[in-house]
């Protein structure tokens, strides 16, 4: 079963760190694109930030909010995502979905972590 | 970055009838580039149309996509109960960002 299970999510004060991490199972980890994208309460989605396999050299994209605060990392050998968010606001706070990104869609999705900054 | 504007904000429709939901982009795009996406309360998206009009695995074939441009539209025809939900379009162009339409949410009359 093709599968994304996020974990790391919680409560933070604004202007602290978290790490969340997604670890996939059931498809080609290494040579799959993968992001993640978030939605606060009751809101729309917004994507956040992608990372290209290793072909492309782990290429990184973000969207401008939030542009030199997050880090987006992988390690192939864990099958396991990473988003390193850093000197967070209270606009973070939102559930955070790690997807499989496949020729332009986001073709799988995990439950989702929710981050709280208050 | 393209600006996806989707309308209605809310459609209130009753089963079995036939639900058109429009995305509009700020500029064109490419139609391998738009997507739509379904999401129930409480779960995840889930991946319903690409491509403008390619349905994904699984999905019902009552769920078409079309449009070119800057205009597209998702129909959903005979509408189930479990079609109730919130609809998002995205574009996924060959540079970020990628973005999303703000969701029509469809809901029983």
Do not use: M
Not at chain 1, 37 to 42: E, K, T
Not at chain 2, 25 to 30: D, E, I, M, R
């Amino acid at each position: 079963e093709v599968q994304l299970v996020e974990s790391g999510g919680g409560l933070v004060k604004p202007g602290g760190s978290l790490r969340l991490s997604c670890t996939a199972s059931g498809f080609d980890f290494r040579n799959s694109y993968v992001d993640w994208v978030r939605q606060a309460s009751g809101k729309g989605l917004e994507w956040v930030a992608r990372i290209k396999h290793h072909y492309f050299g782990e290429a990184r994209d973000y969207a401008a909010p939030v542009k030199g605060r997050f880090i987006v990392s992988r390690d192939d050998s864990k099958n396991t995502l990473y988003l390193q968010l850093n000197s967070l606001k209270t606009e973070d706070t939102g559930i955070y979905y790690c997807v499989k990104d496949y020729f332009e869609r986001f073709d799988v999705w995990g439950h989702g972590t929710t981050v709280t900054v208050s | 970055e393209i600006v996806l504007t989707q309308f209605p904000g809310t459609l209130s429709l009753s089963p079995g009838e036939r639900a058109t939901l429009s995305c509009t982009a700020s500029q064109g795009v490419t139609t391998n580039s738009l997507v739509w996406y379904q999401q129930k309360p409480g779960q995840a998206p889930r991946l319903l149309i690409y491509g403008t009009s390619r349905r994904a695995t699984g999905v019902a074939d009552r769920f078409s996509g079309s449009g070119s441009g800057t205009d597209f539209t998702l129909t959903i025809n005979r509408l189930e109960p479990e079609d109730f939900a919130v609809y998002y379009c995205q574009h996924y162009g060959s540079s970020p960002p990628i973005t999303f339409g703000q969701g029509t949410r469809l809901e029983i009359k």
